[in-house]
């Protein structure tokens, strides 16, 4: 008779158990940097706060109410994770959402460039991918140039990218999707470019053994053999698109968006204000990167795959 410990777990309890092993790693290493962010907050901010005790003729201070002096400043140089969190609720939960100090407002308004460039980049990586994968001559012609794109530092051709279709008459959410299109569309070429040419040999001669045409082997054998390496490219891509549209707010003193909320905390020195909207960033960048992977899991399941 087997042991009660070799029976197999029923489901919720094996659920239980994977959530437990997936999430305690993750756990510790949050515990870790929110440790470290509380120390290095106390020794960037300490110079700051003696000063200021001496300026106010506080002599008698002792370490308890130094490192609690710099976990309350009004504009440390390191904010405390508590100070970052308050903040967050104050412009995301009790602030209306139409309003300019909304964090959720100006959040809607970075992902709609966000999206709009993930789209455009996503299709012209795959229509890149899928030109330099059957012919032959892209190959040795584009791909070197798909290559070398990234190579320049997108902070240098974000402004000549928004002058020149300023010029054009396009502005407000073209300049910015484009920045965004320009950064996610080289992971995707590169992904799906691996992906369309993962079938081996045999597979490969197995199609033309049965006399399928090119058409039919892409979408017959490459194509599902490149949808992991899609979805992979796509989670790159769409948290690249998110960075592409900050940055492209950055040059244009936009008054809406994340990265003119970094904007303006930077200019006033609301460093508060900068760390709530970086950490607000994070977050619409996780959450993208979620929402790719449940895409991901239900067109699996729909191929009859598993997840």
Known sequence: MASAASLPLPAPAGRLRLFAFNAVPVAVVALAVILLWYAGAVWLNADLQIDTFARAGKTDWTTSDLIAATWAQDRPLL?????????????????????????????????????????????????????????????????????????????????????????????????????STYLCFFPVTIGMVKGLRAPDLLQMDLMRTYYASTAQTFWKLRWPTALPFLFASLKVAISISLVGAIIAELPTGAQAGLGARLLAGSYYGQTIQIWSALVMAALLASLLVALVGLIEGAVTRAMGGRR
């Not at 209306?96 to 709609?112: A, E, F, M, P, W």
């Not at 299709?123 to 012609?141: F, N």
């Not at 407000?172 to 920045?179: A, E, F, N, Y």
């Open 79 to 179: 904010p405390a994770p508590h100070q970052v969190l308050a903040e967050l609720w104050k412009t995301t939960v009790e602030m209306d959402i139409g309003s300019k100090r909304s964090l959720i407002y100006h959040s809607s308004v970075t992902l709609s460039s966000t999206l709009l460039g993930f789209v455009a980049g996503g299709l012209l990586g795959v229509l890149l991918a899928v030109g330099i994968v059957h012919v032959r001559v892209l190959e040795k012609s584009l791909l070197p140039w798909v290559i070398a794109s990234q190579t320049i530092p997108i902070l240098a051709i974000a402004p000549m990218i928004i002058v020149v279709l300023g010029a054009l008459g396009l502005k407000g959410l073209i300049p910015k999707s484009v920045i």
